[in-house]
């Protein structure tokens, strides 16, 4: 075993993981941790991926990536560009070949929908011409023939009542306007959970516009979870997983700042007074994150 192999299991037995587990948060097969924690790199498929894995097992375990590199550079084999998968040039060729050939592609459907508005617009042209030119020859000769109307005196005097409880009827309903318009309704502000900075794993959010502070955690796989206060008092400290705690809730009342530490954000979600927090940094991008909460209170 060597001394990277036995500084990474030591870690991973401190927090209490086993090699299931880490292989869950970091989607890396249990042979190629094991293989690492031995040293022994044969079974991977290049120097590329033990610098990956050896990456992703670190961050897993909180550990500065740049910093085990630095130690153990002469454990860990250095990279080379033919150590890069195939794929990705075949890839990059494909795409160049395949640019100028779908420009083509993508005018005909236009040439297309052109030529059917067109054809379109001419069909409703000829129906509107048509029918219009039959109903107005139709409403001329309704107009010459004389219309005789009877009323009755009953009938004025009906009206006429109508008439006077319907300008009512508008006086008091523009009294009631006016009095609405006097008397304004102010909304509450609602909650406002803002990120204002983050850098490499680190973001810092600040919360406003509300009296509580109340952090639930929810995972969908395994993950490892700190919660402490500002003080750095833990509140939380534990493995969420899909066959034991799948949620948990921290009462931060009166606490100015959170810092939660998440092992698997890809796999955790967090909500903030049942508002759900939307990671500054991409999870897919950076697995292990640091997570700040700064409390503002209504009143302040």
Do not use: C
């Not at 029918?131 to 009206?159: H, T």
């Not at 995972?219 to 948990?248: A, C, H, M, R, Y």
């Amino acid at each position: 075993m060597t001394e990277l192999g036995n500084r990474l299991k030591e870690e991973r037995l401190a927090k209490g993981l086993s090699l299931e587990d880490l292989q869950s948060l970091t989607k890396i097969q249990k042979r190629y941790l094991v293989g690492i924690e031995e040293g022994n790199y044969s079974s991977m498929p290049g120097n590329f991926y033990v610098r990956a894995f050896v990456k992703q097992y670190a961050e897993a375990l909180q550990l500065n990536p740049d910093e085990i590199f630095e130690l153990y550079k002469n454990e860990i084999p250095a990279t080379h560009i033919d150590d890069l998968p195939e794929q990705l040039s075949r890839v990059k060729t494909r795409k160049s070949v395949s640019e100028g050939s779908s420009k083509i592609f993508d005018i005909i459907p236009k040439v297309l929908i052109g030529v059917f508005i067109i054809g379109a617009a001419g069909v409703l042209y000829y129906f509107v011409v048509n029918n219009v030119g039959d109903k107005a020859n139709d409403l001329i000769n309704n107009e010459n023939e004389p219309v005789k109307f009877v009323r009755s005196q009953n009938l004025e005097k009906a009206e006429d009542a109508e008439k006077d409880t319907t300008k009512e009827t508008e006086k008091e309903e523009e009294s009631d306007e006016q009095t609405v318009e006097e008397t304004p309704v102010v909304e509450a502000p609602k909650q406002e959970l803002i990120p204002i900075q983050n850098s490499g794993k680190n973001s810092t959010y600040e919360l406003k516009n509300t009296d509580k502070f109340i952090v639930r955690l929810v995972s969908t796989e395994k993950s490892w979870v700190s919660v402490k206060n500002g003080s750095g008092v833990s509140k939380f400290n534990g493995l969420l997983s899909t066959t034991g705690t799948q949620s948990t809730e921290v009462d931060l009342a009166g606490e100015p700042q959170a810092v939660i530490v998440v092992g698997n954000a890809v796999a955790t979600e967090i909500y903030v007074n049942d508002q759900k927090l939307e990671y500054a940094i991409p999870p897919a991008d950076v697995v292990v994150q640091n997570i700040t909460i700064q409390f503002v209170p209504k009143n302040e």
